[in-house]
C-alpha cells in the first residue's frame, strides 16, 4: 500500500478543520478572528496625505478568512464590522461607528474573506505560490470596495482616492502576501496535512 493512499484526502478543508468539530470551536473561532482583526486594526501607521493609515487589519482579516473557510470567515469580519460600527473602538486607530472614510475596506474585508475562504477550501493555501495568488485577490477585492466608498465619503476624485487609498499601500500589501506565502503553507506542514 503506498503512502499516499493511506493519507486520507484534505481536500476541501480548511485549517480550522483540523480541530474538533463544535458548535462551541465555531463560535470561538468567529469570535477569535474577529478579536484578532479588532487587536491587528490597532497596529496603525498613519500615511501623509490619506485619511487611510496602514494597518495589520487587511492581513488578519485575510488570515481570518483563509483559515477559517468562507462560511466562519465572513461571520467573523461581520462580527468585526457590526461591533464597530455599533462604538467599539477597534476599527483602524481605534475608529468605531459609521462615518470613517475607510469603512469601505472594512466592508471589503468580508467579501475577500468569503473568497479567499472559498479558495483556501480547494487548496489554495498549501503552496506558497497559490497563497500569494489567494492574498493578492483578496487585496483586490478589499480595494475594489474601499477605493470607491473611500472617493464617495470625502468627495475625492476617483484619481484622489486611487493615490490616497490605493498606491501607498501595495508595497506593504505585498510584504503581507510574502508573510503569509511562509504562515499558511508552513501551519498546513505542521498539522502534517497538505
Known sequence: MSTAAAIPSRTGQVLADLLPASRVRDIALVA??????????????????SPVPVTGQTFAALLVGTALGAGRGVLSLALYALVGMAGVPWFAGGASGTAAPSLGYVFGMLLA??????????GADRSPWRTAGTMVLGEAIIYAVGVPYLALATGMSATAAIAAGLTPFLIGDALKAVLAMGLLPAAWKLAGRR
Open 32 to 49: 477569535g478572528g474577529a478579536a484578532l482583526t479588532g487587536l491587528a486594526a490597532q497596529i496603525s501607521v498613519p500615511v501623509p496625505g
Open 113 to 122: 474573506a468569503a473568497a479567499v475562504g472559498a479558495l483556501a477550501r480547494r
